[in-house]
């Protein structure tokens, strides 16, 4: 983990503590879970996507030789069976 510091208001730490001790957490575990939630909401920017896509990239074999011209012909045959 990394450690970093934040400043919060006097309101925002006043109910952070009280959430976190009403849930039996640390207020750190209360900030990481809220941050996670907040990220999976944040659509990821063209960088991430072509990262993930390119992770796609060659891993797996399609059994023909003309998969990369032909594809929506075989998933159009896929499809309708």
Known sequence: MVRTQ???TD???VRLK???HAGGESIA???RKALDQ???QQQPDRKTLYRHALTAV???KA???DASVEHDRYLN???SS
Do not use: H, N, T
């Open 58 to 60: 060659g891993k797996y």
């Open 29 to 31: 575990a209360v900030i």
């Open 77 to 79: 045959e896929e499809f």
């Open 18 to 20: 009280e959430l976190a």
């Open 38 to 40: 907040f990220l999976s």
């Open 11 to 13: 309101e925002q730490a």
């Open 6 to 8: 934040i400043q919060l």
């Open 63 to 65: 059994g023909v030789p």
